[in-house]
């Protein structure tokens, strides 16, 4: 008898559950396009992180990443995706987790992420991404390639935004490169300072607010002014 009547239970529930799971699944998705619509960030996590749980898909868990990640919660988004090479991702996934490692500072983990953005698509910014990450690493030699890619490949309207001022500026992609294309040159060759300054100069002609490129070029210049007589008196 209490086997009947556990069976004719299990048998009621499971439609109920059914129902009920659906009922979730519309409402998280009302709630969603809500929280959209109100540019409610933290809204769109918990809605996003419910649809996922009640019908996971790659495209939720992707969009969720991506909405950590472009919240500066890069923690959060590489814990939603992982940190793994997979050549599988899509190239949201890619995108997400070479930010955001670049964010967190591991260079060596975000440049693996850009260059298989690129091999699926060559493009000058993940171009840019790549150089920038080459010269952190200590590869400079590598990162002369990327720059001459981009510097040839930049075109007009394109623009880089930089952020170590308080108030954040863009100056057009190519003289983001050239500047990147002055650190690498000093990193090569140290004792050829004023290559180095010339691309500098080179930037700043192109962009005279890239405060970057300037800083770039006092320090070279301060520098230099230390070096120059040492050697006279060699």
Known sequence: MKKILFILLAAISLPVQAQSQ???????EAYY???RAQGDVRGVINALTHLNVIQPSVERRDTLAYVYSNNN??????NTLGIELNPEDSDLALQVKAVSLKS????????????VMYDRAQNPYIAYEIADLKIQIGDSPGALADIEYGIA???DGMKY?????QQPYEVPLKAAFVHLKGLAQYNIDKNNIDQAIASFDEALK????????SLSKQALESRKGTQEPEEKQN
């Open 153 to 155: 490949n930049s075109l």
């Open 33 to 35: 396009a809500q929280m």
């Open 73 to 78: 919660q890069h923690v959060q988004a590489l």
């Open 206 to 213: 192109m962009a005279p607010n890239f405060n970057l490129a």
């Open 161 to 165: 935004a930089f952020y170590e001022r």
């Open 104 to 115: 967190i500072n591991q260079p060596k983990r975000s440049l693996e992420q850009f260059q």
């Open 22 to 28: 659906g009922e979730l699944l519309k409402h998280y």
